[in-house]
């Protein structure tokens, strides 16, 4: 939240949130939603469009891009000043069915690193049970909520995979092992790690194109889920501009 007026800065006391989304489309579809005029600021390797208190990032695909992508937006306005209260990880999905269905839009209260870890003999490790790091964020409950009640959002799990589940049987083993999982994306987890480092709060909000599962890209609803998505971010945008940090771990 910006209090103080400096030139180059936002005279606002709504929150600052960066929207991180894999491609340029996906962004697009969440500006959108916002009447504000868009203007593009320049970071190392990345343009941020900025409308009103939101910035959004076309981060790149996969968990390690859309991290280092947000940690340039993020140590960027740390170093101007003007951190940001609330990072939002958002795009399309493939969702679990019947639990998710295409179109429909999923608040995490769950950012999973589904396939970080080891493959053995007795099935995969997560990388904590091999005594390292982390494999899943958690959103702040209060606004998961928030979230969802605005926008009719599906809450759970949405993991993240660096590759993208192509067969029935890796979605049944995701499932068992993720029973609360909704939805699985590319880049929830790196965006969420590289807000983890800056203290700074997340969420991810995905809409649906596709079941989880056998791979038919072709089916992929993806201007469905785009459409979703814009008018998920128009019913979420009060509940995101009012974000304060003392809903924090609420
Ligand atoms: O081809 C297009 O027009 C197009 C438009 C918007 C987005 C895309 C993408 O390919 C985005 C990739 C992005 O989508 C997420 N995603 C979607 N479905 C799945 C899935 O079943 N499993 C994993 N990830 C999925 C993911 O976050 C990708 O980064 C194309």
């Known amino acids: 939240m910006v209090l103080q007026a400096r030139e180059g800065f936002l005279i606002t006391s709504r929150a600052h949130v960066l929207v991180a989304t894999a491609v340029p489309v996906e962004?697009?579809?969440?500006?959108?939603?916002?009447?504000?005029?868009?203007v593009e600021v320049t970071l190392p390797g990345r343009t941020l469009h900025r409308t009103g208190t939101l910035d959004l990032v076309a981060a790149g695909v996969g968990p390690a891009l859309a991290a280092s992508s947000t940690a340039s937006a993020l140590t960027a306005a740390a170093l101007r000043g003007a951190p940001y209260d609330l990072v939002v990880c958002a795009g399309i999905a493939g969702g679990f069915a019947p639990h998710a269905p295409v179109g429909s839009l999923v608040v995490a209260d769950d950012i999973v690193a589904a396939d970080l870890g080891a493959?053995?003999?007795?099935?995969?490790?997560?990388?904590?049970?091999?005594?390292?790091?982390?494999?899943?964020?958690?959103?702040?409950?209060?606004?998961?909520?928030?979230?969802a009640a605005a926008t009719g959002a599906l809450t759970g799990g949405v993991l993240t995979v660096s590759t993208v589940t192509g067969s029935?049987?890796?979605?049944?083993?995701?499932?068992?092992?993720?029973?609360?999982?909704?939805?699985?994306?590319?880049?929830?987890?790196?965006?969420?790690?590289?807000?983890?480092?800056?203290?700074?709060?997340v969420v991810e909000i995905r809409?649906?194109?596709?079941p989880v599962g056998p791979r038919d890209r072709v089916a992929w609803r993806i201007g469905d889920a785009l459409a979703a998505l814009t008018e998920g971010f128009g019913k979420l945008a009060p509940v995101l501009e009012s974000w304060t940090q003392h809903d924090r771990n609420q």
């Open 27 to 38: 962004r697009d579809a969440v500006a959108e939603a916002f009447t504000s005029p868009v």
């Open 207 to 210: 809409a649906v194109s596709n």
């Open 119 to 147: 493959e053995t003999p007795d099935g995969f490790l997560p990388v904590t049970e091999l005594g390292f790091g982390t494999v899943g964020h958690r959103p702040p409950e209060s606004l998961v909520r928030d979230l």
């Open 168 to 201: 029935a049987a890796r979605a049944a083993e995701l499932r068992s092992r993720h029973p609360h999982a909704l939805a699985e994306a590319m880049e929830g987890f790196g965006v969420a790690e590289a807000a983890a480092a800056h203290g700074t709060p």
